[in-house]
């Protein structure tokens, strides 16, 4: 009973050093924000020890591997085939203007050279630093370089892996020491902030494995994650340095971007949204399969025109696409990512400017699509064969347009005011299979 009322107390308290966080941004922090919502569309990258298996990322907890064993794969992961220029030159083919690279999964392996573990990729038989050789091709060719940490952990028993949801398999038996886990962290973190230049941003996933459950939308925790203290450490190195938290909750003091997992924000189709939206840049995130790290037997690629839509519609609710990528353990992306990223990156190249630095918010999504706006410009996206294919309403439009037509050609469009909103005519019109898109000049 004692023991009870002691974790009760400790996890009440925990919540309520959140809660009491204050955070200011700075002026740089504040210009990153803005210049990150502009960019709409980034790579994500998974990829580690753990690709040399084809099984995805979570393959240790899943397969309840021990950490004896999986130790093992710093002797075989040799990305001989890595190369970073072949990396960035995929993500600005793609129309990418940023990449969230994984530093650190849950499976505790680092993609670079740190000095607080062993368990890390230049000890592997490749033996160099991935993460610097990214850095500098990212610096070099203006691609934004965002950072992903795990802040739960399956390999290391000063992780309080006792109360934890996951890596219960992996054989750990020593008594944890979180507060010797958190120091670690900070250590590496610094090490992260303070060798590879400019980084853009930090984020972070993990969280959730504290919880009871998935479905907990409060700020209890079983442990207190010392997240002003992290935070406040981040923003100390580098203060343009965005923070986000894949914590499935919304933002804390000290965050400044909401990410969503494999949901557009405010839906919930996957059981990781349902949390509030909130007024700081927003991001969602999505694979291109089925999978986040390489799976060798997974063949449900996305289609160019799903992740056309799924950008698109994400645009609308003012939040970047950040779409991931599974390197196969040589160090090469599948020629299935490269060759649709490609696609997308071609798309882009016409209607890119319907997508980048533009907001949503301005028009809930209609039977036909959604509107994504640029100060006075507005693109109104028919992604959905209308209803009657002659015209789309546009209801409840309070802005008087000056002149319509349609965004590549410049064909002009006619379009008449009724009560019940804007018709725009689509005479003569072939609608385009993946997104015909009509720019409204507003007055």
């Known amino acids: 009973m004692r023991r009870l009322l002691s974790n009760l107390l400790f996890c009440c308290f925990a919540t309520m050093v959140l809660q009491a966080q204050t955070y200011t941004p700075t002026a740089e922090n504040l ?12 790579m994500f990258i998974h990829w580690g020890a753990s690709s040399v298996l084809g099984n995805g990322e979570w393959v240790m907890n899943n397969r309840n591997i021990g950490v ?12 001989q085939n890595f190369d970073a220029k072949k990396w960035v030159a995929t993500a600005k083919a793609g129309g990418m203007k940023y990449i969230t690279f994984i530093t650190r999964h849950h499976d505790s392996f680092s993609n670079w050279d740190t000095k607080q573990s062993d368990w890390k990729i230049t000890n592997t038989p490749y033996g160099k630093d991935a993460l610097k050789q990214l850095a500098d091709e990212c610096h070099k060719e203006g691609i934004k370089l965002f950072l992903y940490y795990s802040l739960l952990d399956w390999y290391r028993s000063d992780y309080q892996y006792e109360t934890g949801k996951t890596g219960k398999g ?5 008594k944890s020491d979180w507060e010797s886990y ?28 504290q919880l009871d459950n998935d479905h907990d939308k409060s700020l209890q925790s079983k442990v207190n994650w010392h997240y002003d203290e992290i935070y ?50 927003l991001e969602t995130c999505e694979t291109m399969n ?50 649709t990223l490609k696609e997308m990156g071609d798309w882009m190249k016409i209607n890119g400017q319907s997508i980048y630095e533009t907001r949503g ?39 008087k347009i000056a002149k319509c037509n349609l965004l590549n050609s410049k064909k002009a469009l006619k379009f008449k005011i009724k009560p019940e909103g804007t018709y725009i005519y689509l005479e003569g019109i072939i609608l385009d299979p993946i997104d015909t898109i009509i720019e409204l000049q507003l007055k």
């Open 182 to 209: 958190i120091r670690f962290m900070k250590a590496q973190l610094t090490e992260l902030l303070t060798n590879y230049g400019k980084i853009d941003g930090i984020w972070f996933d993990g969280h959730w494995d």
């Open 31 to 42: 210009a990153a924000r803005k210049e990150f919502q502009d960019m709409k569309f980034g």
């Open 68 to 79: 004896n064993e999986y130790g093992r794969l710093i002797n075989i992961f040799n990305p």
């Open 361 to 399: 918010g301005v028009l809930k999504a209609q039977e036909w699509g959604v509107v994504t706006a640029k100060d006075k410009i507005w693109y109104a996206h028919i992604i959905k064969t209308p209803k009657d294919s002659s015209y789309i309403l546009i209801p409840d439009m309070k802005n």
């Open 290 to 339: 089925d999978s986040w790290g390489f799976n060798i037997t997974d063949k449900k690629y996305k289609s160019t025109k799903d992740l056309i839509h799924y950008m698109v519609n994400a645009a609308s609710l003012n939040a970047n696409f950040l779409l991931n990528v599974g390197p196969m353990p040589d160090g090469t992306i599948q020629p299935e990512f490269v060759a």
């Open 170 to 174: 992996t054989g750990r038996t020593q």
């Open 232 to 281: 406040k450490l981040i923003h100390s190195l580098q203060p343009q340095c965005l923070i986000s938290n894949n914590h499935h909750l919304t933002p804390i003091p000290g965050e400044d971007f909401q990410a969503f997992e494999k949901d557009l924000p405010g839906g919930n189709s996957t059981g990781f949204g349902g949390q509030a939206v909130s007024q700081l840049p």
